[in-house]
Protein backbone atom coordinates (compact mmCIF):
# COMPACT_ATOMS: atom_id res chain seq x y z
CA UNK A 1 0.00 0.00 0.00
CA UNK A 2 1.35 3.19 -1.14
CA UNK A 3 1.56 6.49 0.86
CA UNK A 4 -1.00 7.81 -1.04
CA UNK A 5 -3.75 5.38 -0.35
CA UNK A 6 -2.91 5.39 3.33
CA UNK A 7 -4.65 7.53 5.93
CA UNK A 8 -3.45 10.66 6.65
CA UNK A 9 -2.58 11.69 10.72
CA UNK A 10 -5.79 13.26 11.10
CA UNK A 11 -7.78 10.30 9.71
CA UNK A 12 -5.67 7.73 11.24
CA UNK A 13 -6.55 10.00 14.69
CA UNK A 14 -10.07 9.95 13.66
CA UNK A 15 -10.64 6.32 13.20
CA UNK A 16 -8.79 5.69 16.49
CA UNK A 17 -10.82 7.10 18.50
CA UNK A 18 -13.84 5.23 16.73
CA UNK A 19 -12.65 2.43 17.48
CA UNK A 20 -11.96 3.57 21.13
CA UNK A 21 -15.86 4.54 21.14
CA UNK A 22 -17.19 1.35 20.10
CA UNK A 23 -15.23 -0.61 23.11
CA UNK A 24 -17.17 2.26 25.52
CA UNK A 25 -20.16 1.43 23.07
CA UNK A 26 -19.59 -2.55 24.07
CA UNK A 27 -19.29 -1.40 27.72
CA UNK A 28 -22.40 0.51 28.33
CA UNK A 29 -24.12 -2.51 26.45
CA UNK A 30 -22.40 -5.04 29.43
CA UNK A 31 -23.61 -2.76 31.89
CA UNK A 32 -27.21 -2.46 31.27
CA UNK A 33 -27.76 -5.47 30.33
CA UNK A 34 -26.14 -7.72 32.63
CA UNK A 35 -27.69 -9.33 35.41
CA UNK A 36 -24.96 -10.39 38.78
CA UNK A 37 -23.92 -7.14 40.81
CA UNK A 38 -20.74 -7.71 40.15
CA UNK A 39 -20.47 -7.22 36.58
CA UNK A 40 -23.80 -4.72 37.20
CA UNK A 41 -23.23 -3.31 40.33
CA UNK A 42 -19.13 -3.54 40.65
CA UNK A 43 -18.37 -3.10 37.49
CA UNK A 44 -15.62 -5.90 36.97
CA UNK A 45 -15.73 -6.37 33.23
CA UNK A 46 -14.00 -4.85 30.24
CA UNK A 47 -13.88 -4.10 26.68
CA UNK A 48 -11.35 -4.06 23.54
CA UNK A 49 -10.77 -4.20 19.95
CA UNK A 50 -8.30 -6.33 18.23
CA UNK A 51 -6.94 -6.15 14.43
CA UNK A 52 -7.23 -8.75 12.48
CA UNK A 53 -4.45 -11.06 13.76
CA UNK A 54 -5.50 -10.66 17.17
CA UNK A 55 -3.11 -7.42 18.76
CA UNK A 56 -5.87 -4.83 20.61
CA UNK A 57 -5.71 -1.55 19.27
CA UNK A 58 -8.63 -0.11 21.13
CA UNK A 59 -10.32 -0.11 24.71
CA UNK A 60 -12.47 1.09 26.84
CA UNK A 61 -11.75 2.94 30.30
CA UNK A 62 -12.36 -0.49 32.49
CA UNK A 63 -10.04 -2.56 34.40
CA UNK A 64 -6.31 -2.53 33.55
CA UNK A 65 -5.71 -5.96 35.01
CA UNK A 66 -7.95 -7.44 32.33
CA UNK A 67 -7.04 -5.43 29.73
CA UNK A 68 -3.27 -5.50 29.30
CA UNK A 69 -4.15 -9.11 29.31
CA UNK A 70 -6.67 -9.54 27.21
CA UNK A 71 -4.49 -9.95 23.76
CA UNK A 72 -2.22 -12.01 25.67
CA UNK A 73 -5.19 -14.14 26.44
CA UNK A 74 -6.50 -14.20 22.82
CA UNK A 75 -3.08 -14.88 21.23
CA UNK A 76 -2.53 -17.76 23.52
CA UNK A 77 -6.22 -18.70 21.91
CA UNK A 78 -5.52 -18.56 18.48
CA UNK A 79 -1.75 -20.16 18.89
CA UNK A 80 -2.34 -22.89 21.02
CA UNK A 81 -5.35 -24.12 20.74
CA UNK A 82 -8.01 -22.61 17.86
CA UNK A 83 -5.66 -20.64 14.97
CA UNK A 84 -7.52 -18.15 13.24
CA UNK A 85 -8.23 -19.84 10.16
CA UNK A 86 -10.60 -21.71 11.84
CA UNK A 87 -12.97 -18.99 13.03
CA UNK A 88 -15.52 -18.06 11.34
CA UNK A 89 -18.61 -15.31 10.74
CA UNK A 90 -20.77 -15.66 13.11
CA UNK A 91 -18.10 -17.64 15.81
CA UNK A 92 -17.77 -16.55 19.90
CA UNK A 93 -14.93 -18.61 21.08
CA UNK A 94 -14.71 -18.15 24.67
CA UNK A 95 -12.43 -19.64 27.78
CA UNK A 96 -11.77 -19.33 31.73
CA UNK A 97 -9.03 -21.39 31.79
CA UNK A 98 -5.73 -19.70 33.21
CA UNK A 99 -3.86 -22.07 31.32
CA UNK A 100 -5.76 -21.35 28.07
CA UNK A 101 -5.04 -17.95 27.94
CA UNK A 102 -7.70 -16.81 30.99
CA UNK A 103 -6.61 -14.97 34.33
CA UNK A 104 -9.03 -16.52 36.57
CA UNK A 105 -12.01 -19.29 36.52
CA UNK A 106 -14.60 -16.37 37.58
CA UNK A 107 -13.16 -14.63 34.36
CA UNK A 108 -14.99 -15.41 31.04
CA UNK A 109 -13.18 -13.92 28.21
CA UNK A 110 -15.83 -14.23 24.76
CA UNK A 111 -13.82 -13.49 21.16
CA UNK A 112 -16.10 -12.42 18.20
CA UNK A 113 -14.62 -12.29 14.77
CA UNK A 114 -15.20 -9.46 12.39
CA UNK A 115 -15.97 -10.10 8.73
CA UNK A 116 -16.29 -7.82 5.34
CA UNK A 117 -17.20 -9.01 2.34
CA UNK A 118 -15.98 -12.53 3.40
CA UNK A 119 -12.31 -11.12 4.78
CA UNK A 120 -11.28 -10.64 8.38
CA UNK A 121 -10.54 -7.89 9.41
CA UNK A 122 -10.89 -7.42 13.26
CA UNK A 123 -12.08 -9.60 16.43
CA UNK A 124 -14.09 -7.94 19.15
CA UNK A 125 -13.67 -9.16 22.96
CA UNK A 126 -15.28 -8.82 26.38
CA UNK A 127 -13.98 -10.31 29.53
CA UNK A 128 -16.56 -10.49 32.68
CA UNK A 129 -16.28 -11.65 36.11
CA UNK A 130 -19.05 -14.21 36.66
CA UNK A 131 -20.20 -14.01 40.26
CA UNK A 132 -19.91 -17.86 40.75
CA UNK A 133 -18.08 -20.51 38.35
CA UNK A 134 -18.23 -23.56 41.06
CA UNK A 135 -15.37 -24.93 43.23
CA UNK A 136 -15.09 -24.78 47.24
CA UNK A 137 -16.31 -21.69 47.91
CA UNK A 138 -19.16 -19.39 46.88
CA UNK A 139 -17.79 -16.98 44.11
CA UNK A 140 -15.13 -19.55 43.09
CA UNK A 141 -12.75 -17.67 45.18
CA UNK A 142 -11.85 -20.10 47.60
CA UNK A 143 -8.18 -19.36 49.99
CA UNK A 144 -7.49 -23.08 50.66
CA UNK A 145 -7.22 -24.09 47.43
CA UNK A 146 -4.01 -26.15 46.67
CA UNK A 147 -4.76 -26.94 43.10
CA UNK A 148 -6.64 -25.48 39.85
CA UNK A 149 -9.09 -28.56 39.73
CA UNK A 150 -10.46 -27.26 42.98
CA UNK A 151 -11.21 -23.84 42.11
CA UNK A 152 -14.21 -24.07 39.91
CA UNK A 153 -15.38 -25.34 36.17
CA UNK A 154 -12.29 -24.82 33.69
CA UNK A 155 -13.48 -24.03 30.16
CA UNK A 156 -10.83 -24.38 27.45
CA UNK A 157 -11.23 -22.87 24.26
CA UNK A 158 -14.74 -23.47 22.37
CA UNK A 159 -16.73 -21.57 20.03
CA UNK A 160 -20.26 -21.09 22.47
CA UNK A 161 -21.83 -20.28 19.26
CA UNK A 162 -20.87 -21.62 16.06
CA UNK A 163 -21.84 -19.83 12.94
CA UNK A 164 -24.74 -17.46 14.87
CA UNK A 165 -26.10 -20.60 16.18
CA UNK A 166 -25.60 -21.14 20.13
CA UNK A 167 -24.18 -24.32 21.50
CA UNK A 168 -26.78 -25.61 23.85
CA UNK A 169 -24.90 -28.53 25.18
CA UNK A 170 -21.94 -26.67 26.30
CA UNK A 171 -24.35 -23.69 28.10
CA UNK A 172 -26.21 -26.37 30.02
CA UNK A 173 -22.93 -27.99 31.68
CA UNK A 174 -21.83 -24.53 32.19
CA UNK A 175 -25.02 -24.22 34.01
CA UNK A 176 -25.12 -27.27 35.90
CA UNK A 177 -21.79 -26.66 37.31
CA UNK A 178 -22.39 -23.24 39.10
CA UNK A 179 -24.26 -21.94 41.87
CA UNK A 180 -26.57 -19.16 40.32
CA UNK A 181 -26.95 -20.33 36.86
CA UNK A 182 -29.65 -17.76 36.04
CA UNK A 183 -27.04 -15.26 36.75
CA UNK A 184 -24.23 -17.32 34.55
CA UNK A 185 -26.39 -17.54 31.30
CA UNK A 186 -27.31 -13.76 32.34
CA UNK A 187 -23.81 -12.40 32.09
CA UNK A 188 -23.41 -14.28 29.61
CA UNK A 189 -26.20 -12.96 27.45
CA UNK A 190 -24.77 -9.23 28.06
CA UNK A 191 -21.12 -10.24 26.76
CA UNK A 192 -23.22 -11.67 23.39
CA UNK A 193 -24.91 -8.97 23.09
CA UNK A 194 -21.83 -6.34 23.30
CA UNK A 195 -19.84 -8.39 20.75
CA UNK A 196 -22.60 -8.19 18.45
CA UNK A 197 -22.61 -4.42 18.95
CA UNK A 198 -18.74 -4.43 18.71
CA UNK A 199 -19.22 -6.16 15.48
CA UNK A 200 -21.86 -3.86 13.79
CA UNK A 201 -19.65 -0.51 14.55
CA UNK A 202 -16.74 -2.35 13.30
CA UNK A 203 -17.50 -3.52 9.67
CA UNK A 204 -19.59 -0.25 9.55
CA UNK A 205 -16.24 1.81 10.27
CA UNK A 206 -14.60 -0.76 7.95
CA UNK A 207 -17.10 -0.33 5.01
CA UNK A 208 -16.39 3.24 4.74
CA UNK A 209 -12.51 2.87 4.53
CA UNK A 210 -12.61 -0.38 3.10
CA UNK A 211 -11.01 -3.91 3.91
CA UNK A 212 -7.08 -3.44 3.17
CA UNK A 213 -7.02 0.36 4.58
CA UNK A 214 -8.67 -0.50 7.55
CA UNK A 215 -6.29 -3.44 8.05
CA UNK A 216 -3.61 -1.11 7.60
CA UNK A 217 -4.69 1.45 9.83
CA UNK A 218 -4.73 -0.48 12.46
CA UNK A 219 -1.19 -1.21 11.64
CA UNK A 220 -0.21 2.21 12.38
CA UNK A 221 -1.83 2.80 15.32
CA UNK A 222 0.41 -0.23 16.67
CA UNK A 223 3.14 1.25 14.88
CA UNK A 224 2.61 5.20 16.26
CA UNK A 225 1.61 3.11 19.93
CA UNK A 226 5.37 1.69 19.90
CA UNK A 227 7.31 4.49 18.92
CA UNK A 228 5.51 7.01 21.48
CA UNK A 229 6.59 4.56 24.22
CA UNK A 230 10.30 4.22 23.22
CA UNK A 231 10.47 7.61 22.78
CA UNK A 232 8.75 7.65 26.73
CA UNK A 233 11.18 5.29 27.99
CA UNK A 234 13.75 7.46 26.00
CA UNK A 235 13.70 10.06 28.54
CA UNK A 236 14.05 8.12 31.46
CA UNK A 237 17.74 8.03 32.79
CA UNK A 238 19.35 4.58 31.63
CA UNK A 239 20.13 2.40 34.94
CA UNK A 240 19.26 -0.39 36.54
CA UNK A 241 16.61 -0.07 39.27
CA UNK A 242 15.28 -2.48 42.06
CA UNK A 243 12.82 -2.51 44.89
CA UNK A 244 11.20 -5.26 46.76
CA UNK A 245 7.61 -5.83 48.72
CA UNK A 246 6.03 -8.79 49.87
CA UNK A 247 2.91 -10.45 50.06
CA UNK A 248 1.06 -11.15 53.88
CA UNK A 249 1.39 -15.62 53.22
CA UNK A 250 -0.29 -17.79 50.95
CA UNK A 251 -3.06 -18.94 53.12
CA UNK A 252 -1.93 -22.54 53.59
CA UNK A 253 1.47 -21.28 55.05
CA UNK A 254 2.85 -18.56 57.40
CA UNK A 255 5.78 -18.15 55.45
CA UNK A 256 5.90 -14.14 53.35
CA UNK A 257 5.85 -14.01 49.90
CA UNK A 258 8.77 -12.23 48.37
CA UNK A 259 8.22 -9.72 45.22
CA UNK A 260 11.28 -8.56 43.86
CA UNK A 261 11.75 -6.34 40.90
CA UNK A 262 14.83 -5.00 38.79
CA UNK A 263 14.35 -2.57 36.44
CA UNK A 264 16.91 -2.43 33.66
CA UNK A 265 16.61 1.22 31.11
CA UNK A 266 18.76 1.02 28.26
CA UNK A 267 17.97 3.66 25.24
CA UNK A 268 14.24 2.95 24.41
CA UNK A 269 13.40 -0.54 25.54
CA UNK A 270 12.95 -2.01 29.72
CA UNK A 271 13.47 -4.95 30.86
CA UNK A 272 11.94 -6.13 34.22
CA UNK A 273 13.32 -9.12 35.84
CA UNK A 274 11.41 -11.30 38.36
CA UNK A 275 13.64 -13.40 38.79
CA UNK A 276 14.13 -12.61 42.48
CA UNK A 277 10.62 -13.70 42.89
CA UNK A 278 9.52 -16.15 45.43
CA UNK A 279 8.34 -19.74 44.30
CA UNK A 280 5.34 -20.23 43.06
CA UNK A 281 3.05 -21.63 46.54
CA UNK A 282 0.63 -23.96 47.77
CA UNK A 283 -2.09 -21.37 48.15
CA UNK A 284 -4.68 -19.54 45.13
CA UNK A 285 -2.30 -16.62 45.43
CA UNK A 286 -0.03 -17.69 41.96
CA UNK A 287 -0.35 -15.28 38.89
CA UNK A 288 0.06 -16.61 35.41
CA UNK A 289 2.38 -14.90 32.93
CA UNK A 290 -0.19 -12.95 31.45
CA UNK A 291 -1.34 -11.41 34.84
CA UNK A 292 2.22 -10.44 35.65
CA UNK A 293 2.91 -8.93 32.22
CA UNK A 294 -0.26 -7.02 32.77
CA UNK A 295 0.94 -5.43 36.07
CA UNK A 296 4.38 -4.89 34.96
CA UNK A 297 3.02 -2.93 31.77
CA UNK A 298 0.42 -0.81 33.89
CA UNK A 299 3.55 0.70 35.98
CA UNK A 300 5.23 1.57 32.66
CA UNK A 301 2.25 2.98 31.42
CA UNK A 302 1.23 4.81 34.44
CA UNK A 303 5.05 6.69 34.66
CA UNK A 304 4.62 8.00 31.27
CA UNK A 305 5.19 11.80 31.04
CA UNK A 306 2.58 12.17 28.04
CA UNK A 307 -0.11 10.27 26.42
CA UNK A 308 0.34 7.42 25.19
CA UNK A 309 -2.45 5.69 22.96
CA UNK A 310 -3.03 2.06 25.17
CA UNK A 311 -2.79 -0.91 22.84
CA UNK A 312 -0.54 -3.87 22.15
CA UNK A 313 2.45 -1.47 20.62
CA UNK A 314 2.69 0.34 23.40
CA UNK A 315 3.92 -2.96 25.12
CA UNK A 316 6.65 -3.82 22.25
CA UNK A 317 9.65 -2.27 23.78
CA UNK A 318 8.61 -3.63 27.55
CA UNK A 319 10.38 -7.34 28.25
CA UNK A 320 9.42 -9.16 30.64
CA UNK A 321 12.00 -12.04 32.41
CA UNK A 322 10.12 -14.27 34.79
CA UNK A 323 11.36 -18.16 34.85
CA UNK A 324 8.11 -20.73 34.94
CA UNK A 325 7.54 -22.01 38.34
CA UNK A 326 7.76 -18.50 40.11
CA UNK A 327 4.78 -16.87 42.05
CA UNK A 328 4.77 -14.13 39.14
CA UNK A 329 4.68 -17.70 36.63
CA UNK A 330 2.99 -20.49 38.03
CA UNK A 331 3.20 -23.77 36.49
CA UNK A 332 -0.54 -25.94 35.86
CA UNK A 333 -2.14 -27.18 38.20
CA UNK A 334 -1.21 -24.48 40.67
CA UNK A 335 -4.32 -22.57 41.83
CA UNK A 336 -4.33 -18.74 41.08
CA UNK A 337 -8.31 -17.49 42.21
CA UNK A 338 -6.29 -14.71 43.64
CA UNK A 339 -3.74 -13.69 41.03
CA UNK A 340 -4.93 -10.72 41.58
CA UNK A 341 -2.76 -10.10 44.77
CA UNK A 342 0.39 -10.76 42.88
CA UNK A 343 -0.89 -8.53 39.96
CA UNK A 344 -1.70 -5.32 42.71
CA UNK A 345 2.11 -6.12 44.29
CA UNK A 346 4.07 -6.49 41.16
CA UNK A 347 2.60 -3.04 40.03
CA UNK A 348 3.51 -1.05 43.54
CA UNK A 349 7.37 -2.89 43.15
CA UNK A 350 7.62 -1.76 39.88
CA UNK A 351 6.70 1.35 40.79
CA UNK A 352 8.87 1.50 43.68
CA UNK A 353 12.15 0.87 41.27
CA UNK A 354 10.96 3.11 38.93
CA UNK A 355 10.75 6.00 42.01
CA UNK A 356 14.15 5.89 41.67
CA UNK A 357 14.56 6.90 37.82
CA UNK A 358 11.71 9.21 38.07
CA UNK A 359 11.41 10.87 41.33
CA UNK A 360 8.15 13.24 41.34
CA UNK A 361 6.48 11.02 39.21
CA UNK A 362 5.07 8.03 41.18
CA UNK A 363 3.03 7.79 43.95
CA UNK A 364 3.57 6.21 47.14
CA UNK A 365 2.00 2.41 47.63
CA UNK A 366 -2.22 2.17 47.43
CA UNK A 367 -3.78 -0.28 49.01
CA UNK A 368 -2.36 -2.74 47.07
CA UNK A 369 -5.03 -5.22 47.23
CA UNK A 370 -8.58 -6.56 45.71
CA UNK A 371 -10.29 -6.87 49.41
CA UNK A 372 -12.77 -9.56 47.61
CA UNK A 373 -15.08 -11.39 50.14
CA UNK A 374 -18.21 -13.81 48.98
CA UNK A 375 -20.99 -14.62 50.76
CA UNK A 376 -23.65 -17.56 50.37
CA UNK A 377 -26.70 -17.45 52.32
CA UNK A 378 -28.43 -20.30 52.94
CA UNK A 379 -32.41 -20.23 53.97
CA UNK A 380 -35.03 -21.91 55.89
CA UNK A 381 -35.83 -23.92 52.57
CA UNK A 382 -32.70 -24.45 51.75
CA UNK A 383 -32.45 -21.34 49.04
CA UNK A 384 -29.13 -19.87 48.59
CA UNK A 385 -28.02 -17.05 47.54
CA UNK A 386 -24.69 -15.56 46.36
CA UNK A 387 -22.77 -12.51 46.81
CA UNK A 388 -19.33 -11.44 45.80
CA UNK A 389 -17.83 -7.86 47.50
CA UNK A 390 -14.03 -6.13 46.05
CA UNK A 391 -13.54 -3.34 48.25
CA UNK A 392 -10.47 -0.96 47.74
CA UNK A 393 -8.55 1.72 50.57
CA UNK A 394 -6.79 4.36 50.10
CA UNK A 395 -4.69 5.52 47.31
CA UNK A 396 -0.77 6.59 48.28
CA UNK A 397 0.37 10.62 48.12
CA UNK A 398 1.90 12.25 45.68
CA UNK A 399 4.74 14.55 45.85
CA UNK A 400 2.43 17.72 45.43
CA UNK A 401 -1.06 16.07 46.64
CA UNK A 402 -2.69 14.04 49.44
CA UNK A 403 -3.48 10.37 48.47
CA UNK A 404 -7.49 10.23 47.84
CA UNK A 405 -9.66 7.69 50.19
CA UNK A 406 -11.68 4.45 49.70
CA UNK A 407 -10.29 5.14 46.05
CA UNK A 408 -10.52 2.59 43.66
CA UNK A 409 -6.81 3.11 41.46
CA UNK A 410 -3.92 1.39 39.94
CA UNK A 411 -4.70 -2.53 38.42
CA UNK A 412 -8.56 -1.58 39.94
CA UNK A 413 -11.10 0.55 38.61
CA UNK A 414 -14.46 -0.80 40.13
CA UNK A 415 -16.99 0.35 41.74
CA UNK A 416 -18.87 -0.13 44.83
CA UNK A 417 -22.18 -1.85 45.23
CA UNK A 418 -24.84 -0.19 46.57
CA UNK A 419 -26.42 -0.98 50.49
CA UNK A 420 -29.32 -0.65 49.07
CA UNK A 421 -28.97 -3.17 46.16
CA UNK A 422 -27.16 -5.76 48.63
CA UNK A 423 -30.04 -5.59 50.96
CA UNK A 424 -32.76 -5.78 48.26
CA UNK A 425 -31.36 -8.93 46.64
CA UNK A 426 -30.31 -10.84 49.75
CA UNK A 427 -30.79 -11.62 53.37
CA UNK A 428 -27.77 -8.94 54.44
CA UNK A 429 -27.71 -5.74 56.14
CA UNK A 430 -24.94 -3.46 55.21
CA UNK A 431 -24.45 -2.24 59.10
CA UNK A 432 -21.89 0.50 58.86
CA UNK A 433 -19.63 1.93 55.77
CA UNK A 434 -17.33 4.91 56.23
CA UNK A 435 -13.81 5.95 56.44
CA UNK A 436 -11.10 4.45 58.83
CA UNK A 437 -9.71 6.92 60.92
CA UNK A 438 -6.00 7.61 60.54
CA UNK A 439 -5.29 4.45 58.46
CA UNK A 440 -3.43 7.11 55.41
CA UNK A 441 0.52 7.06 55.85
CA UNK A 442 1.54 10.18 57.62
CA UNK A 443 3.65 12.58 55.54
CA UNK A 444 3.74 16.26 53.68
CA UNK A 445 1.47 14.50 51.58
CA UNK A 446 -1.15 12.35 53.35
CA UNK A 447 -2.05 8.90 52.37
CA UNK A 448 -5.45 8.17 51.04
CA UNK A 449 -7.76 6.64 54.04
CA UNK A 450 -8.96 2.97 54.03
CA UNK A 451 -12.59 2.05 54.90
CA UNK A 452 -14.68 0.13 57.25
CA UNK A 453 -17.59 -2.21 56.17
CA UNK A 454 -20.01 -4.23 58.29
CA UNK A 455 -22.27 -6.90 56.80
CA UNK A 456 -24.72 -8.91 59.06
CA UNK A 457 -25.77 -12.11 58.33
CA UNK A 458 -29.75 -12.47 57.75
CA UNK A 459 -30.01 -15.58 57.00
CA UNK A 460 -30.49 -18.70 59.10
CA UNK A 461 -26.85 -19.57 58.25
CA UNK A 462 -23.72 -18.12 56.17
CA UNK A 463 -20.55 -19.71 54.40
CA UNK A 464 -18.07 -16.40 54.41
CA UNK A 465 -14.77 -16.35 52.04
CA UNK A 466 -12.15 -14.22 52.29
CA UNK A 467 -9.24 -13.50 49.96
CA UNK A 468 -7.41 -10.55 51.66
CA UNK A 469 -4.29 -8.99 51.66
CA UNK A 470 -1.62 -6.39 53.19
CA UNK A 471 -2.81 -7.10 56.78
CA UNK A 472 1.02 -7.82 57.58
CA UNK A 473 3.06 -5.88 54.98
CA UNK A 474 1.51 -2.54 55.05
CA UNK A 475 1.58 -0.15 51.79
CA UNK A 476 4.79 1.78 51.37
CA UNK A 477 5.40 5.52 52.05
CA UNK A 478 7.79 7.30 49.96
CA UNK A 479 10.86 10.25 50.46
CA UNK A 480 10.39 9.81 54.19
CA UNK A 481 6.11 9.20 54.23
CA UNK A 482 5.16 6.77 56.17
CA UNK A 483 3.23 3.70 55.39
CA UNK A 484 -0.69 3.16 55.05
CA UNK A 485 -1.88 1.44 58.31
CA UNK A 486 -2.82 -1.96 57.60
CA UNK A 487 -6.42 -3.80 56.97
CA UNK A 488 -7.90 -6.35 59.37
CA UNK A 489 -11.01 -8.45 59.39
CA UNK A 490 -13.52 -9.58 62.29
CA UNK A 491 -16.34 -11.39 63.06
CA UNK A 492 -18.52 -10.01 65.64
CA UNK A 493 -20.80 -12.29 67.02
CA UNK A 494 -22.98 -10.90 69.90
CA UNK A 495 -20.54 -9.30 72.21
CA UNK A 496 -17.63 -11.20 71.19
CA UNK A 497 -15.16 -10.52 68.92
CA UNK A 498 -12.44 -12.88 66.77
CA UNK A 499 -9.54 -11.49 64.65
CA UNK A 500 -9.63 -13.17 61.33
CA UNK A 501 -6.59 -13.69 59.36
CA UNK A 502 -6.71 -12.09 55.80
CA UNK A 503 -7.35 -15.64 54.35
CA UNK A 504 -10.72 -17.32 55.51
CA UNK A 505 -12.42 -20.16 53.58
CA UNK A 506 -16.34 -21.54 54.16
CA UNK A 507 -16.08 -20.05 57.53
CA UNK A 508 -19.75 -21.05 59.08
CA UNK A 509 -21.97 -17.73 60.14
CA UNK A 510 -25.08 -17.55 62.20
CA UNK A 511 -27.89 -15.50 61.80
CA UNK A 512 -27.46 -11.92 63.57
CA UNK A 513 -23.22 -12.27 63.40
CA UNK A 514 -21.84 -9.58 61.97
CA UNK A 515 -18.17 -9.49 59.41
CA UNK A 516 -16.03 -6.20 59.59
CA UNK A 517 -13.85 -5.41 56.86
CA UNK A 518 -11.24 -2.84 57.39
CA UNK A 519 -8.97 -1.97 54.23
CA UNK A 520 -5.81 -0.28 54.62
CA UNK A 521 -4.99 3.49 53.22
CA UNK A 522 -2.34 4.38 51.01
CA UNK A 523 1.69 5.58 51.81
CA UNK A 524 2.62 9.05 52.58
CA UNK A 525 5.02 11.15 50.60
CA UNK A 526 7.83 13.24 51.88
CA UNK A 527 8.42 14.01 56.22
CA UNK A 528 5.26 14.58 58.05
CA UNK A 529 7.14 17.40 60.29
CA UNK A 530 6.75 19.39 57.04
CA UNK A 531 3.31 19.02 56.87
CA UNK A 532 1.04 22.16 56.44
CA UNK A 533 -0.64 23.71 59.79
CA UNK A 534 -3.47 24.23 57.82
CA UNK A 535 -3.78 20.77 56.20
CA UNK A 536 -3.29 19.38 59.47
CA UNK A 537 -6.38 21.29 60.93
CA UNK A 538 -8.10 20.52 57.82
CA UNK A 539 -7.46 16.17 58.43
CA UNK A 540 -8.80 16.90 62.17
CA UNK A 541 -12.09 18.95 61.18
CA UNK A 542 -13.17 16.61 58.88
CA UNK A 543 -11.96 13.90 61.08
CA UNK A 544 -9.67 11.81 58.77
CA UNK A 545 -7.17 12.17 61.74
CA UNK A 546 -7.52 12.43 65.54
CA UNK A 547 -7.54 15.44 67.28
Known sequence: MTESTRLNPIELEILRNALTATAAEMDVTVWRTSRSTVIRELLDYSTAVFDRDGFNVAQAARIPQHLNSMGSGLLTIVHDFLPLDQWEEGDVVITNDPYCGGQHIPDILAFRPVFLDGERIGIVGTLCHHLDMGGMAAGSYSAAATEIFQEGLRIPPLKLVRAGKI??????????????????????????????????????????????????????MLDGSERAMRMMIGRIPDGVYE??????????????????????????????????????????INATLASSQSAASYAMMAIADTEIPANSGCYRPIKLIAPEGLIVNARHPAPVANRIAVGHRLATTVLGALHKAVPGRVPAAYYGVSYVCSFQTVGENDERSVLVEIEVGGSGAHADIDGLSAYTYGMHNCSNIPAE???????????????????GGAGRQRGGLGLFREWRVDSERAVFTANLERFRFRPYGLNGGEPGRAGSLVLIRGKD???????????????????????????????????????????????????
Not at 244 to 263: A, K, M, T, Y
Not at 427 to 435: D, E
Not at 507 to 535: H, M, N, V
Open 243 to 284: FEDFLDDDGIGHEPVRIHVIVHIQGEEVTIDLSGCSKQVAGP
Open 167 to 220: NADVVAMMRQNVRRPDMLWGDLQAQLASLAVGEANLRRLAARVGADMFVDACNQ
Open 421 to 439: MIESELPISIVSYGLVQGS
Open 497 to 547: QQELPSKVDNLQLLKGDIIRLETSGGGGYGDPAFRAPADIDRDIAHGYIAA
